[in-house]
DNA sequence: GAAAATGGTTTGCAATGCAAACTAGTAGTT
DNA sequence: AACTACTAGTTTGCATTGCAAACCATTTTC
């Protein structure tokens, strides 16, 4: 029981389907930039943004702006935190797809 | 690259917290009530109601009202399509998951 | 040097999650 | 029988958020 009142807890910073997607990716790299993350996701420019924004607020991310050449460059990697958050994400939705199968129907509820 | 933006397009029916145990939940059991759900993921009935009607438009619920006693007893199931859409989101999921492992950094994007 | 492309950010709107307020009925209690 | 409190939900309204269109600054192309 307690297990599904977690998941309605679920960091939902986390949990929207882009920055999941770019939090995941960029788990397992070093860093990416703008324009790959945004191929990768297939998100707006404007959108990929401003969810960086988002997740640069709640530093999980770090983004570094240089030039590369005469371009801006925008290079994201995620921190400390932000692997540990992302990685603890996944687990959370693991257990959430787990326990599920282990739950006790209780009253009116019936079983399979 | 293909498989993150599918998951940009991640159904958000599906993938909204509440509705993602919701849905797990009843993907492992006949049917539950509305008291058992909420008791289940610890949300307020307001809330638990809009989703549950939400659900239910886009035929992914089937919920059937009646009286146990003098009670009033609303009773939630999966329909065909329902089971359906929760069982391949959890494998949309994994695929990001594990997709992530797999794919190739390009041109400015540092491999880890 | 005008037009189009690159690499982004800001703005504005439509959609959504959420709880507070409400509805409708039941159960006690005095 | 009138009043209070509880159960089982639904509706309403607000604050938040995802999203793209519009915008900005620079660079390349024709």
């Known amino acids: 029981m307690s297990l599904f009142k977690e998941i309605t807890e679920l960091d939902k910073l986390l949990h929207e389907p882009s920055r999941l997607a770019i939090m995941t990716a960029l788990s397992n790299c070093e860093s990416a930039d703008f324009i ?3 191929r990768l996701t297939g998100m707006s420019k404007g959108n990929l943004s401003s969810h960086l924004s988002k997740l640069e607020e709640a530093n999980l991310v770090e983004i570094q702006k240089s030039f590369v ?44």
Request: avoid cysteine; hydrophobic fraction near 30%.
């Open 36 to 38: 790959f993350l945004q």
């Open 69 to 112: 050449g005469k371009i801006p460059n925008t290079n994201v990697s995620l921190t400390k935190e932000g692997l540990k958050a992302i990685n603890e994400h996944w687990e959370k939705l693991e257990e959430l797809r787990n326990g599920s199968k282990t739950w006790k129907p209780e009253h009116e509820t019936k079983a399979l």
